[in-house]
């Protein structure tokens, strides 16, 4: 075997090594965050229900909104239905919690969430159109997922609640980044 047919073995073999290992590791709940929504860096998905103030990753809907995100770059493609990645976000609100969404932000039973407030417009100019409501009592099987870890995080805000049972698990930090 000459010596560029070995450096191609080698690579093959390297290349399958390490897409096993990915597979393994998501299979075993570790994911990688890169997105601007959470701390980047490692987080493991372990499987509980989810709580307020715990970030969860779920499958979104496989709907046009969705797709328009994925077009515009917001979210990539992924392991859920319609290619679209799984989401990292917080829990803000639970089944009986009062949300409100105005353009100061987002209150919770009264209390305003830092750093949520609604942007018009995304940052390439694009237009957003915030899901604003004057208030809402989260229903049964709804959960208001909000990040202020990025100002332009799509979130409940602009896609209003998620079903609980869109949740994989809750998402642990397990070594990250602001």
């Known amino acids: 075997m000459n010596r560029s047919r ?3 073995a080698v690579v093959v073999v390297l ?13 075993a709940g570790w994911r990688w965050n890169s997105t601007e929504s959470a701390p980047v860096g490692l987080w493991q998905v372990v499987r509980r229900a989810p709580a307020d103030g715990a970030w969860v990753t779920f499958c979104p809907p496989n709907d046009a909104m969705f797709q328009e995100f994925k077009a515009r770059g917001y979210i990539r493609g992924g392991p859920c239905p319609g290619d679209l990645e799984r989401l990292l976000k917080p829990v803000v ?4 919690d009062v949300v409100t969404v105005g353009d100061d932000g987002v209150t919770v039973n009264g209390a305003l969430l830092p750093e949520t407030e609604l942007h018009t417009q995304d940052s390439r100019g694009w237009p957003l159109v915030p899901r604003v409501v004057v208030q809402v009592v989260v229903e049964p099987g709804d959960l208001w997922v909000v990040s202020n870890h990025s100002p332009l995080s799509v979130d409940s ?3 209003g609640p998620i079903r609980a049972g869109s949740v994989e698990g809750t998402a642990v930090p397990v070594w990250v980044g602001r």
């Open 157 to 159: 805000r602009y896609f």
């Open 6 to 8: 070995k450096t191609a």
């Open 93 to 96: 609100a639970m089944e009986g």
């Open 15 to 27: 290349a399958a090594l390490g897409g096993a290992a990915t597979i393994g590791a998501e299979r």
